[in-house]
């Protein structure tokens, strides 16, 4: 059941309901039967997986906290981590598995066995897996780490595993920032339910005016790109369009999500905040899809080591840890490939600073720009961070690797050799229209974080107007699932 | 220190007072409110309506037989009293909806956008629909629709398990691409890039297809949100002026394009001649006459299209042919191409003109007396 669809609006105005006026328990107890019910709607045959996993990361975290000595520890925890990883292994990565095994026998010429791996497998990534799968994970992980206890309630524990707001796509809610949650009602404030109504509708906007009528032309140039067809302008211009397509799908059902629990008087972490304002590869996963970049931080880059056993090291773990973030993506080398890049420039960025002796910028918000000098040098920064960035889209979308070689052909070799092909890239500005809104709210952002210009709740009341405006008058172009559903 | 409080929300949204209540709320409804009646004065006698209908399912796919299709069905046309068949304009020119309105009983329609509906008639007498509204056109002696379609045709695509449809899908998908680029014209040849786009989106089309088929013919929860969206969808567009980015300039500055489709419509028609047309017409009169023995009431409506088109059609079948068919099978036959309502393309109705239309024809099958009690 998708966020912008009807079935969804009427289902949640009755999980709300239940939420708001039940007593407590009850209400806790028929969200989580709801939460499976939305769940099943994609396919009831996965429903059992999601159970199996909740029972057995509950179990087991019961486990390991009662368990003495470190060796009993691990070995519960193990039963956690194999739980998860193999059902992430099979259901996910068991088709990229035996493709691959299939063509490297067929490359040592051994074509007859390579046969017998046939990539046919008979489901589908089950929607959400991804996401339910770290959820779990960290819960016994902050377990074992001595950071949490564990669940007393195993409803509650279902409740946080199966919360239908953040269920199939995010955020990764950790188990220590939403199981306090269940413990008593919140009472929803005045501000809280506004809020969250922003929210909600931002997202719906998001998703249905610009990403799904983005959609069509960001496949259409990717589709030509591929081929090689199309001037270099508008291989430029389809990933600038990628980049604000895959922002307000996946950033938008990141701020339903928020809405939502915000709605029932919850409080989610935030997953993204002005991305494409960032001015390096690190800074971009500090606002980027954070709830995976913070977890991805905790539990692979920190525990390989992080920064603290060498500057060599630290390079490793960075291209390590965001490569293993391209894998959880999907499950092809394109995404291998897009994770190694980020990885990569974090890696490069953090060579950079080691070199010229600069260090990060760990202030937030961002400090006013002193003078001119300053501003142009913050603007440069933020373009040449676009840049690598978008490029990177060029992976993320890309059909093959040989497609991908292609595009980046046609974006930093075809300029030199036939020109960039402005006219042609802008010769229907249409779709800069729809991408509008993108731009305008990280300028926007620009202002607040640089200037102190403050916001006031008459800017929302007119922003709000205005998306609802748009929600009804503007048609959505081919009605796409939410990009991150897939993983 | 989570990353809760080392990063603001993503809205740092300005903490509104407690004094403040649901003030901004109460505004914000007020304010979209006048937008959007603002909207409808300003911006509403500037769009020249929807040209398209609103979301809308393009139907399951059917296979006659291999090779033989494919149909789009609409409905459940095993237990609809009153079965659309035709070309597109079936599925442009009667809105499907306004006719279930009309007291006919269960609606369906079955189109076919590349396929004679001569092939079609055997199958709708197996459905058993009490009665059958033929939508007319010279396509009904017989036309050639797009040749890659035609290439596309010559397997019919498998059946696909819903439990792993996306696997079979691309599977599918991978293996019609392989054998339609092997069909085109070869590597090298200034044609090829074309031939090749076109595939893909055949490709694309055709897979959606194929994954609605499937949803649709098992119980599925996908079909449940299309019905409540397209639901929805349809009612907003008829309350709104809307429109779409894909079209934006077409429906803001560009007028409805009358002639669009009359080279088409004389490139599909010049493929048959007289003989391949009276061979066609004489198996439809037999299918036809099939039906009415079944105890299947017919009645066919021509419906409206541009001069220009209109022209084009003459050339190769005369108004008096069709005329003459039906009077022949003693079919109540209604002709309308003459009838001034906005065409989008020269062959098709615009949205809003198809349920104006289809009101007309639906009083037209009352005064027939297929009102069902």
Same mark, same amino acid.
């Given at each position: 059941m998708s966020f912008d669809t009807v079935t969804f609006a009427l289902f949640f105005a009755l999980a709300f309901a239940a939420w708001r006026w039940l007593p407590f328990s009850a209400a806790k107890s028929v969200v989580l039967v709801g939460s499976l019910v939305f769940y099943a709607w994609w396919s009831v045959w996965y429903l059992p997986l999601i159970v199996l996993s909740a029972f057995i990361d509950f179990a087991v975290g019961k486990r390991i906290h009662a368990a003495v000595g470190e060796r009993a520890k691990r070995s519960w925890l193990l039963v956690s981590l194999s739980t998860n990883l193999g059902l992430l292994a099979t259901f996910k990565y068991a088709t990229f598995f035996l493709d691959n095994v299939s063509a490297l026998l067929t490359w040592l010429g051994l074509g007859g066995l390579a046969a017998s791996f046939s990539s046919t497998v008979p489901w589908v990534v089950p929607v959400g897996i991804s996401f339910y799968t770290f959820q779990t994970l960290s819960y016994?992980?902050?377990?074992?780490?001595?950071?949490?206890?564990?669940?007393?309630?195993?409803?509650?524990?279902?409740?946080?595993?199966?919360?239908?707001?953040?269920?199939?796509?995010?955020?990764?809610?950790?188990?220590?920032?939403?199981?306090?949650?269940?413990?008593?009602?919140?009472?929803?404030?005045?501000?809280?339910?506004?809020?969250?109504?922003?929210?909600?509708?931002?997202?719906?906007?998001?998703?249905?005016?610009?990403?799904?009528?983005?959609?069509?032309?960001?496949?259409?140039?990717?589709?030509?790109g591929a081929a090689g067809t199309i001037p270099p302008a508008t291989m430029w211009l389809g990933l600038v369009y990628s980049g604000c397509q895959v922002f307000a799908d996946f950033g938008g059902y990141s701020a339903i999500a928020i809405g939502l629990a915000s709605l029932m008087g919850l409080r989610f972490p935030a997953n993204f905040v002005y991305p494409y304002l960032s001015r390096s590869p690190s800074e971009f996963w500090v606002r980027?899809?954070?709830?995976?970049?913070?977890?991805?931080?905790?539990?692979?880059?920190?525990?390989?080591?992080?920064?603290?056993?060498?500057?060599?090291?630290?390079?490793?773990?960075?291209?390590?840890?965001?490569?293993?973030?391209?894998?959880?993506?999907?499950?092809?080398?394109?995404?291998?490939?897009?994770?190694?890049?980020?990885?990569?420039?974090?890696?490069?960025?953090?060579?950079?600073?080691?070199i010229s002796g600069a260090r990060r910028d760990r202030r937030w918000p961002r400090e006013a720009p002193r003078g001119v000098g300053s501003l142009l040098w913050r603007v440069v920064g933020i373009l040449l961070c676009n840049v690598f960035i978008h490029t990177s889209w060029t992976f993320f979308r890309a059909p093959d690797l040989a497609a991908t070689g292609r595009m980046l052909h046609l974006l930093y070799i075809a300029p030199f050799e036939q020109g960039l092909g402005l006219a042609q890239a802008f010769a229907q500005p249409r779709y800069l229209l729809v991408a509008l809104p993108v731009f305008l709210m990280h300028f926007v952002r620009a202002l607040r974080e640089w200037t102190g210009w403050k916001e006031r709740p008459w800017h929302r009341v007119v922003a709000a107007a205005v998306m609802v405006l748009l929600l009804l008058v503007v048609r959505r172009g081919d009605v796409q699932d939410f990009v991150y559903f897939q993983f | 220190m989570s990353n809760v409080e080392r990063c603001p929300t993503t809205f740092a949204a300005p903490r509104v007072a407690r004094r403040e209540g649901y003030r901004p709320l109460a505004l914000t409804l007020a304010l979209a409110a006048a937008l959007v009646a603002a909207w409808q004065v300003f911006a509403g006698p500037r769009l020249p309506g929807l040209a398209t209908h609103p979301a809308r399912f393009d139907g399951a796919v059917h296979w006659i037989a291999p090779g033989v299709g494919p149909f789009y069905a609409h409905g459940d046309v095993g237990r609809a009293d009153l079965v659309v068949v035709g070309d597109s304009r079936a599925y442009d020119d009667i809105e499907l909806e306004t006719l279930a309105g009309g007291g006919f009983g269960r609606v369906a329609r079955v189109w076919g956008p590349n396929a004679d509906l001569v092939d079609?008639?055997?199958?709708?007498? /197996? &459905?058993?629909?009490?009665?059958?509204?033929?939508?007319?056109?010279?396509?009904?002696f017989g036309a050639d629709y797009d040749p890659l379609m035609t290439v596309l045709l010559q397997r019919s695509p498998p059946a696909l398990e819903r439990l792993s449809l996306e696997n079979g899908l691309r599977r599918w998908k991978s293996e019609e691409r392989a054998r339609l680029f092997a069909d085109g014209p070869p590597a090298g040849d200034p044609a090829r890039g074309d031939y090749e786009q076109k595939v893909d989106l055949l490709v694309e089309v055709w897979a959606k297809r194929l994954a609605d088929t499937v949803r649709r013919d098992g119980w599925s929860t996908k079909e449940v949100d299309r019905v409540l969206n397209e639901w929805v969808d349809r009612r907003r567009a008829l309350a709104l002026a809307t429109f779409t980015t894909q079209k934006w300039h077409q429906q803001w500055a560009e007028p409805i394009r009358v002639d669009y489709l009359a080279p088409h419509t004389t490139k599909m028609l010049n493929t048959r /001649? &007289?003989?391949q047309r009276a061979a066609t017409r004489a198996r439809f009169?037999?299918?036809?006459?099939?039906?009415?023995?079944?105890?299947?009431?017919?009645?066919?409506?021509?419906?409206?299209?541009?001069?220009s088109v209109l022209a084009a059609e003459r050339e190769f079948v005369a108004d008096e042919d069709l005329r003459m068919l039906f009077t022949e099978l003693g079919v109540p036959y209604f002709e309308h191409q003459e009838l001034a309502l906005p065409v989008r393309d020269g062959s098709h109705l615009t949205w809003r003109a198809s349920i104006e239309y289809t009101r007309l024809v639906a009083t037209h099958l009352c005064e027939l007396g297929w009102t069902r009690p």
């Open positions: 016994s992980l902050d377990i074992y780490r001595g950071r949490l206890a564990p669940a007393t309630s195993f409803r509650d524990f279902g409740l946080f595993v199966a919360f239908f707001p953040q269920l199939v796509a995010g955020p990764i809610v950790r188990a220590q920032e939403l199981l306090p949650q269940f413990e008593r009602r919140q009472t929803p404030t005045p501000w809280r339910v506004q809020h969250g109504l922003y929210m909600v509708l931002w997202g719906l906007f998001a998703k249905m005016v610009i990403a799904d009528n983005l959609g069509p032309e960001v496949d259409r140039i990717f589709k030509l980027w899809h954070i709830t995976l970049s913070t977890w991805i931080r905790d539990y692979i880059y920190m525990p390989l080591g992080g920064n603290r056993k060498g500057e060599a090291r630290a390079y490793f773990n960075s291209v390590v840890t965001m490569t293993l973030a391209g894998l959880w993506h999907g499950a092809a080398w394109t995404y291998v490939l897009w994770g190694f890049y980020h990885g990569v420039g974090v890696a490069v960025e953090r060579l950079a600073r080691r | 079609l008639l055997p199958s709708i007498r /197996d &459905a058993g629909p009490s009665a059958v509204l033929i939508v007319a056109s010279p396509s009904l /001649d &007289a003989a009169v037999d299918a036809a006459r099939a039906l009415e023995t079944a105890g299947i009431r017919l009645a066919a409506v021509r419906a409206p299209i541009s001069p």
